[in-house]
């Protein structure tokens, strides 16, 4: 069997009606919550995909809300999409996602794992287009990716301050 190739991944993505929001169905939703729970307990939290599972869940829900139900970098106006799995992952036609840190761990060790600092990203937008930058030093590119930073900055900042949030993240810590 031939590799999937790039082109053909966009073109599934972008067929597949629940390409960004697969993960985030409580049926799938699982991975998501055993990937975070290490980042966590990074940041000092006792926390455990079982013990914590319903309340992760919903953390994962409200930062993927925040960012409009897409990956952290995604951008409208193009025919097929810019956000995409890595190579090993082309074969899935909806995206894998990876929990990027806005404030990159690279740059800022003392608060990478931080809850509020974790946003979730497709592989291309993780690897390619952030790759250990913070977050504000990638406005300069401008434009289109510019704006959705600051929107999904907005938005995040908004569901920080709430008190559904405040509420949430308190049982975790």
Request: glycine fraction near 4%.
């Amino acid at each position: 069997m031939n590799k999937p190739k790039l082109i053909d991944h966009r073109k599934a993505l972008s067929e597949n009606a629940d390409a960004y929001c697969h993960e985030i169905l409580d049926s799938n939703i699982e991975r998501l919550v055993k990937s975070l729970v290490p980042h966590l307990k990074n940041a000092g939290l006792k926390v455990s995909p079982t013990k914590n599972f319903d309340d992760l869940s919903q953390i994962i829900k409200l930062l993927f809300s925040a960012q409009e139900d897409r990956p952290f970098f995604h951008v409208e106006g193009t025919e097929m999409p810019l956000c995409w799995n890595s190579p090993k992952d082309w074969d899935k036609n909806y995206i894998k996602y990876e929990w990027g840190h806005l404030r990159s761990r690279n740059q800022a060790e003392d608060k990478a794992h931080k809850l509020e600092n974790l946003g979730l990203y497709s592989a291309r937008c993780n690897q390619h287009i952030q790759t250990s930058m913070h977050i504000e030093e990638l406005m300069v590119y401008g434009g289109i990716l510019a704006q959705r930073i600051s929107n999904v900055l907005t938005l995040r900042r908004k569901l920080f301050e709430s008190e559904e949030w405040k509420t949430l993240s308190c049982t975790i810590t």
